[in-house]
């Protein structure tokens, strides 16, 4: 369409002059005695002819202008859109389609593949946690409060103990909450496996040493609040004095760009960590995902999608969650 609009916007302007011409050729040779109803309706005519070429003329004008501030290519618009519907932030999604387009102007190949090939690279390889024979694992869960820290934990302790037949001792420094407490109390009964409470960041050097004999050790901590100075400190204190060997930043796929932005900023403070995301089973897409990844270039670990223990977590899989934004499967946790 703009090409179409750039060639034809010189020949207009020219038929324009031409008519202009004309016409005004004609008001030079009319005298008086022609003012005639056969010349005011040859006018009338000329006239018309004109104002169809200017309405022409800026029409085509002002597709050039809307086009030229599209966010993308017009070919490539339905793909940024499709993005933009997977809650994508338009920045990221933006630098995507672009990406995409680079790949596909060098291999000629379907734009669609192009497209795939550049959000598997944004999803990139998950990074779930390995457990080497005879080494011991410590884990942190940490994260904003509400996103499912404890129960995410109790999952994978389940896997760990259940599944994998490894010992596995539980820590919770979430003393803020005595529901979070409670919960953790029932899920290590069930299991069967031993739970250390935390008053002090200090305490964690005793409680380590208690489960000194233990394969894993998965320690949850307390939502923090955005601006809370003194719990960041005390999250700093715990993972200087555990040494933690993993952190999960534990975020909900129902997050919103803002949120996650704000959290992922609250957060930087951090030495490193990965991405471990929940109730994905409630979202109605996997931007967030894709949000995040770009924003913090941190790996991909673990996804959960419901609430049952240990059954709804798997390892984060990003041809899974491709499918997902192209919609060919249906969303995670659906029969």
């Known amino acids: 369409v703009v090409a179409a609009v750039d060639e034809h916007v010189p020949q207009n302007n020219q038929m324009l002059n031409t008519q202009i011409s004309r016409l005004y050729s004609q008001k030079q040779t009319f005298s008086v005695n022609e003012n005639t ?3 005011l309706k040859r006018l009338e005519n ?3 002819i004109i104002n169809k070429l200017v ?3 800026t029409h085509g004008v002002s597709v050039v202008e809307n086009t030229s501030r599209l966010p993308v290519k017009p070919a490539f618009l339905s793909y940024y859109e499709q993005l933009l519907k997977n809650e994508i932030h338009e920045d990221i999604a933006k630098v995507i389609i672009e990406k995409a387009i680079s790949f596909y102007e060098e291999e000629r190949t379907e ?3 192009c497209l795939n090939k550049v959000l598997l690279e944004y999803l990139g390889p998950s990074q779930p946690l390995q457990l080497p024979d005879g080494q011991r694992k410590i884990v942190m869960f940490i994260g904003p409060t509400g996103v499912g820290k404890t129960t995410s934990l109790a999952k994978m ?3 760990f103990s259940i599944q994998q037949q490894k010992k596995v001792g539980l820590i919770t420094a979430d003393t803020y909450r005595i529901a979070a407490v409670d919960q953790l109390k029932i899920y290590a009964e069930i299991l069967e496996i031993p739970l250390s409470i935390l008053y002090s960041p200090k305490e964690v050097v005793d409680a380590l040493h208690q489960h000194r004999d233990k394969d894993v050790i998965l320690i949850d901590t307390a939502g923090k609040s955005i601006r809370d100075r003194a719990q960041e400190k005390e999250i700093m204190e715990l993972i ?3 040494n933690a060997d993993e952190i999960y930043l534990v975020l909900s796929c129902n997050t ?4 996650c932005k704000n959290i992922i900023d609250s957060y930087n403070f951090l030495p490193d960590y990965k991405l471990f995301f929940t109730k994905i089973d409630e979202a109605s897409n996997c931007g967030t995902i894709i949000n995040c990844r770009y924003m913090t270039g941190k790996p991909l670990s673990y996804i959960t999608n419901g609430q049952n223990v240990p ?3 798997e390892v984060a899989n990003p041809e899974k969650l491709l499918t997902y934004v192209n919609r060919r499967v249906e969303p995670y946790g659906s029969s």
């Open 157 to 159: 302790a389940a896997i």
């Open 240 to 242: 200087n004095l555990s």
């Open 37 to 39: 109803p056969a010349v």
């Open 111 to 113: 734009f669609e593949s």
């Open 55 to 57: 309405n022409r003329l």
């Open 256 to 259: 919103s760009y803002a949120g």
């Open 311 to 313: 059954d709804d977590i």
């Open 46 to 48: 000329q006239i018309e």
